[in-house]
C-alpha cells in the first residue's frame, strides 16, 4: 500500500543531548559539591534509567514538576550529594539541552515535501511541544504525540495510534523511523512498517 505517512521518534533520531555533564558539575561545585566527571556521568546515567519508563508520567504543569524532583533525587543520591532536589532541580533541567541531529530537518522537508504527512512520536513528557518549537521543528512536522499525553509509552501502540489518528491515515500506509527496539515493537504492535534511523537514509529508502 501507497505510503501516505511517516512518524519519527525524537531522542536519537530527531534530537539529540548536549553533553550535560559539565554543566552539572559546575552546578554542583557552585553549592559546594565536587564530584569527578566519571561520578557526574554514572548518575546521570541512573537518572536517565529512571526517568525513560517513567516520562509519561509527567502530563501536566503539576506532574511534570513532581517528575523533575523526583529525577534530580534520584541523579543526587547517585552522587550521595546531600542537596535539596527542590532547589537543585531547576540547574538539572537547564543542563539539558536539546539540539537537531544533523540532516534530521532535512530529511523531513524532504518527506514533507514528497506529500507526505509527519507525527513526531516519542517517549517524552508534555514538554516535547515546547521543545521541539524552541528549535523550529514542530513547524515541519503536522502532529506532536508524546508518552505523556498517549498515556503509555512505546512499544504500547497507543502513542502511534493517536498519531495515525491526527493524521487520518491508516497503520498500513505509515511507516515509523527510530532508533530502538520500543519504536520497532510499537510501530508493528500498532501494524506500522518501520525503518530504522539514521533520519536522513530512512527518508531516502521511503523515497526511493
Excluded at 504543569?61 to 532541580?89: H, K, M, N
Excluded at 507526505?116 to 521541539?132: E, F, K, Q, T, Y
Excluded at 495515525?164 to 519504536?183: C, K, N, Q, S, Y
Aim: aromatic letters at 4%.
Amino acid at each position: 500500500m501507497q505510503t501516505r505517512a511517516v512518524t519519527i521518534d525524537a531522542h536519537g533520531t530527531l534530537v539529540t543531548l548536549r553533553d550535560p555533564v559539565p554543566a552539572l558539575r559546575h552546578s554542583l561545585a557552585s553549592r559546594g559539591v565536587e564530584r569527578t566527571r566519571e561520578e557526574t556521568t554514572r548518575a546521570f546515567a541512573a537518572e536517565v534509567v529512571y526517568y525513560v519508563p517513567r516520562s509519561h508520567e509527567g502530563r501536566d504543569e503539576a506532574t511534570l514538576a513532581r517528575l523533575r524532583r523526583e529525577c534530580t533525587a534520584v541523579f543526587l543520591a547517585a552522587l550521595d550529594a546531600e542537596l535539596d532536589p527542590d532547589e537543585f532541580a531547576p540547574a538539572f533541567v537547564d543542563s539539558l539541552v536539546f539540539e537537531t541531529v544533523p540532516g534530521a530537518a532535512q530529511a523531513c522537508r524532504m518527506l514533507a515535501g514528497a506529500g507526505l504527512r509527519l507525527a513526531v512520536v516519542s517517549n517524552w513528557d508534555v514538554g516535547l511541544g515546547d521543545l521541539l518549537a524552541s528549535l523550529g521543528l514542530e513547524r515541519i512536522v503536522d502532529t506532536v504525540v508524546s508518552s505523556a499525553e498517549a498515556g503509555e509509552p512505546k512499544p504500547s501502540p497507543a502513542p502511534f495510534r493517536l498519531a495515525l489518528a491526527r493524521l487520518e491515515v491508516e497503520p498500513t500506509e505509515a511507516v515509523h523511523i527510530g532508533d530502538g527496539v520500543e519504536d520497532e515493537e510499537g510501530a508493528h504492535a500498532a501494524g506500522m512498517r518501520f525503518e530504522p534511523a539514521p533520519l536522513a537514509d530512512a527518508a531516502k529508502r521511503i523515497l526511493a
